[in-house]
């Protein structure tokens, strides 16, 4: 499974440890430490990613995979022989530089130690944790609520206790040995492509059910111990990278509460996504990865940026079509506080390139412009390569380009449709089918915001081409959420109410003469500005959206209004409708 | 004009500079020792100290220290919120000094803008001010009304995209009148206000300046004519989502013909001025 690795073996307390290395020997050495049930086979393709940036080194812990376990195994597997086993691979490996750990599940609760016992320093240069926490820290978590049992703490502690039977279970003698060399070794790979939606490629490795068995006596050996006597002095002596899976079936967010106290350094990151994202979200991972360990190499002390959801798009690719503008421009500047990369698409190359300056001064990493009309199948097709070539897979895709386009459905003439329907739904559609395609081939996640508008569910004799475009923007956001569901792709339809943005002035009025138009558009943009819903405020709903995977989501009171009316007394919408627009 | 009259303009304006100057020099000063975890209100001592020592003893506001977000205004709401807190500076962000010392009977009144280390969105917003400085001269030159001046800086911030919706530019005025605080003969042909004009801005000159800025204060309450003789405090200040940049310094107007003498900066030795010129 490791491509072109080199193998060797390190001996040290008695066992043999396996050893495999990729990537160029010179550049900064990041060690892989894998978790329970596993080998270090579960990093191979973050290890593939990396490897063309960082001299990767990868052992399978003692009692698991290739490498030889203790005898006998009970007391064989504590924190301490697990330090002399690390600090033997990373002399062997790293002789004269301190290196970078990496440590998923198990890998990480062992690598905590050796990022806070004293015997370790000055070989760490920084740690990333996921899915492991310190056993010393949690012990600590657990006493603090033990000992002011609020309702809160009691809730928290129940929560992560329930998420914790598998650690009771393997407490039991014998029988987990047992499970794992029968039966539950052999559905293991299938639980895990069911459960955690991991790809099923070949691994788990044939292993298993030893690592299994093994790997028991980690829980053993260590966790009664540590949670009842924890350590007090667990500091950490490198910065840390804590990268937290929102959908973790086995380790609660709450655990890492109290984080700062441990860590001077902390950079936190969040993702969506289960316990395995070794397996699942490679590409995220290797990117936080060499990120952190590029600026910790610099002797730069990592800055993240800190907009409200900076641990969650710090890095991420957001394509925002009609970026160049409105609610479309603040969706893209707030994605950049948060530290994503933007790609800001609009029709109007002034605007986009304004849109992507103005991103990277506000903390965007990178920001490019692409001048694109989304209603244009090709130009959307030829897009959707470049970005794929040159930036990436998009992890958000906002469709928020649109028109507007007033009057009643017999001035609409069949040009005005063809065009409000062009932008607004055809528009949507290439997008959703141009980069939904390339995020869904991935297999690694993502999420699609359509702007759709309060329009949608409040119909209007004033609004009928415009409303139908945006009604049919949310049917399409809705039918794609479930069709993308499975595949850890979130789709989210933000409605908003009447927001104050240029839309006014270059809406279209059917069935008036031009100077006409001119007068109701400098009319409603007057009203428009006295209402003064921010865009700014669309695009917070927009990335709190994203965040918590929302259907649909109405912006604005007007909207929230509408849509409670829509579900209770669509009467009353039906009477809103009648009425006359006051212009 | 006579000589005479001419010579005592010549050494009023040599005053004005003078303080001008020493007030820019003071907020350099304390920008370069500005340090992680000072406070606003420990910076805005600094400048008082400083001043202090050069012999000012009057102001006719009390130096102002912004950091970070509050460089923006972002939230406020009500004066009070204008003055020195326990924010404490952090590396990268922006900051504002802002002070108006009196010094020999002249007074200054001025804003420097800066960050602690590098701000690149800072740095945008400062060029772009430049801008507003040519447009300003001009249109005061042009006698514009106040309100048609204030109105195109906002339409240039909009067109410079920092914002694409009215009244977003939050600070109210760009400009408000300055004087000698002590009572003295001069001539009304060259400045052409009286001490009467005065009288309430004297008397609660901090009152006055905090009305000069609030964002509580609507534009439209300002008078239709073209600003009229005198020294003007000019300051416009740029926001973009929790980062600020403003300049402020004195404009003199004078009744003369001549374009070029009808208007123009006290001073064009000045750190933004430099700055701007630097980067050409
Ligand atoms: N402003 C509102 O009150 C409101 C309410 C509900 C929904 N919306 C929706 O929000 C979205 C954004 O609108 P806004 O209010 O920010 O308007 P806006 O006019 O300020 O911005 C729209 C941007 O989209 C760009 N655009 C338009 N057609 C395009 C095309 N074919 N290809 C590429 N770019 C194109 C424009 O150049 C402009 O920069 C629209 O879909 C609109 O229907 C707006």
Redesign the pocket.
């Given at each position: 499974m490791l491509e072109n690795a080199r193998e060797r073996r390190v001996r040290t307390g008695g066992v043999e440890l396996c050893v495999a290395e990729v990537g160029e020997p010179g550049q900064p050495t990041v060690v892989l430490v894998h978790g329970y049930p596993d080998s270090k086979e579960v990093w191979a393709q973050v290890a593939a990613r990396l490897a063309d940036r960082f001299h990767v080194v990868l052992y399978d812990v003692r009692g698991h995979g290739r490498s030889t376990a203790p005898r006998p195994l009970r007391g064989g597997f504590t924190l301490e022989k697990l330090t002399d086993d690390f600090l033997a691979v990373v002399d062997a490996v790293s002789p004269d530089r301190p290196v970078h750990l990496v440590g998923h599940d198990w890998g990480s609760v062992q690598s905590w130690e050796f990022a806070t016992v004293a015997r370790t320093e000055g070989r760490i240069a920084s740690f990333t944790s996921m899915s492991g926490p310190s056993l010393d820290h949690f012990g600590h978590w657990i006493n603090t609520r033990l000992r002011r049992p609020t309702p809160r703490r009691v809730g928290q502690l129940l929560g992560q206790g329930a998420k914790s039977w598998y650690v009771y279970a393997l407490h039991t003698p014998v029988l987990p040995e047992l499970a794992w060399r029968g039966p539950l070794g052999k559905v293991w790979p299938r639980v895990l492509e069911r459960f955690e939606r991991v790809p099923g490629d070949g691994y788990p490795t044939s292993s298993l059910p030893t690592d299994a068995a093994h790997g028991a006596w980690l829980y053993r050996d260590n966790v009664r111990a540590r949670l009842r006597r924890p350590r007090a002095d667990a500091y950490a002596h490198a910065p840390v990278q804590l990268i937290t899976p929102l959908g973790d079936a086995f380790l609660s967010e709450r655990l890492y509460d109290e984080l700062e106290q441990w860590v001077p350094q902390l950079t936190r990151r969040t993702l969506p996504a289960r316990h395995w994202i070794p397996r699942s979200r490679p590409d995220q991972l290797a990117a936080w990865i060499g990120e952190f360990v590029t600026a910790n190499e610099g002797g730069r002390t990592v800055t993240a940026p800190d907009g409200k959801y900076a641990e969650r798009f710090g890095g991420q690719l957001v394509l925002v079509?009609?970026?160049?503008?409105?609610?479309?421009?603040a969706t893209a500047y707030a994605f950049a506080e948060s530290g994503a990369r933007v790609i800001a698409?609009?029709?109007?190359p002034e605007?986009a390139a304004h849109t992507a300056e103005m991103s990277r001064l506000l903390g965007a990493p990178e920001a490019w412009a692409e001048t694109?009309?989304?209603?244009d199948e090709q130009a959307m097709e030829k897009l959707a390569d470049k970005v794929a070539a040159e930036y990436g897979v998009v992890d958000v895709l906002v469709n928020?380009?649109?028109?507007?386009l007033a009057g009643s459905f017999f001035d609409t003439t069949p040009e005005d449709w063809k065009k409000v329907l062009?932008?607004?739904l055809w528009?949507v559609i290439h997008g959703c089918r141009l980069f939904g395609k390339q995020m869904a081939e991935r297999g690694q996640g993502g999420h699609i915001v359509n702007?759709?508008?309060?329009?949608a569910y409040q119909p209007s004799k004033a609004l009928p081409a415009?409303s139908t475009s945006?009604a049919a923007v949310l049917m399409l956001s809705e039918c794609l959420r479930a069709e993308l569901a499975g595949q850890g792709i979130g789709v989210s339809a933000i409605?908003?109410?009447?927001?104050?943005?240029?839309?006014?002035s270059?809406a279209r009025f059917a069935g008036v003469d031009a100077e006409e138009e001119k007068r109701r558009q400098k009319r409603t943009a007057r009203l428009?500005g006295l209402r003064n819903y921010p865009?700014e405020k669309v695009a917070d709903a927009i990335l709190r959206a994203v965040v918590r995977n929302e259907a649909v989501v109405p912006v604005t009171p007007e909207a929230r209004g509408a849509h409670l009316l829509s579900r209770f007394t669509p009467r009353a919408l039906r009477a809103i409708a009648r009425l006359e627009p006051p212009l | 004009m006579t000589t005479a009259v001419a010579g005592e303009r010549a050494a009023e304006l040599r005053g004005f500079r003078k303080v001008q100057r020493l007030a820019y020099e003071c907020a350099e000063a304390v920008a370069a020792s500005l340090e992680p975890g000072v406070t606003e209100r420990e910076a805005a001592r600094m400048q008082r100290v400083w001043l202090r020592e050069r012999g000012v003893r009057d102001w006719f506001h009390l130096p102002f220290a912004w950091f970070g977000d509050r460089t923006a205004f972002v939230n406020f709401r009500v004066p009070l919120q204008f003055f020195p807190t326990d924010r404490r500076l952090e590396p990268g962000m922006p900051f504002i000094l802002d002070m108006a010392p009196v010094h020999g009977g002249f007074t200054a009144d001025i804003g420097y803008s800066g960050s602690l280390g590098l701000n690149p969105l800072q740095d945008k917003l400062m060029d772009d001010l430049e801008a507003h400085r040519e447009l300003i001269l001009r249109e005061v030159r042009e006698r514009r009304p106040l309100r048609a001046i204030y109105e195109d800086v906002d339409r240039l911030m909009v067109r410079q995209g920092y914002a694409?919706r009215h009244r977003a530019y939050p600070f109210g005025v760009i400009a408000h009148k300055v004087d000698r605080v002590k009572e003295r003969r001069w001539s009304p042909k060259v400045f052409g206000f009286g001490t009467q004009s005065l009288k309430g801005l004297a008397a609660d000159a901090l009152h006055g300046h905090r009305e000069g800025w609030s964002p509580l204060r609507s534009p439209y309450r300002f008078s239709d004519h073209p600003p009229r003789p005198g020294l003007w405090a000019v300051e416009p200040h740029l926001g973009f989502r929790g980062t600020g940049a403003k300049f402020e310094e004195i404009l003199v107007v004078t009744d003369s013909k001549d374009p070029e003498e009808s208007a123009f900066w006290l001073d064009d030795d000045l750190p933004h001025v430099r700055r701007w010129a630097e980067g050409k």
């Open positions: 079509t009609g970026a160049g503008s409105g609610i479309g421009r698409v609009d029709r109007d605007g694109v009309d989304v209603s928020n380009a649109g028109i507007g062009d932008v607004n528009g702007t759709a508008s309060a329009a415009y945006k409605c908003p109410g009447f927001v104050n943005t240029n839309i006014t270059t428009y865009p | 694409n």
